[in-house]
């Protein structure tokens, strides 16, 4: 029997804002000492204030 993740793992599933920002937060401190973490919190940061496009783009 197969288990639900690779009956599924060819759709590709949307997540809203929120749950992105806190997942990315989880794994992260507020004030990350990493310049690839500072770069990460910041495009989490502005997510809510960027189309789509802009967003993929900075990322």
Known sequence: MKNLFSEF???????CQD?????????LTLHPRL?????????????????GAVFESKY
């Open 35 to 51: 310049i690839a973490a500072r770069k990460l919190k910041a495009l989490v940061d502005g997510i809510a204030n960027e189309d």
């Open 9 to 15: 793992s060819a759709y590709k599933i949307p997540i």
């Open 19 to 27: 749950h992105m920002i806190q997942i990315v937060r989880r794994h």
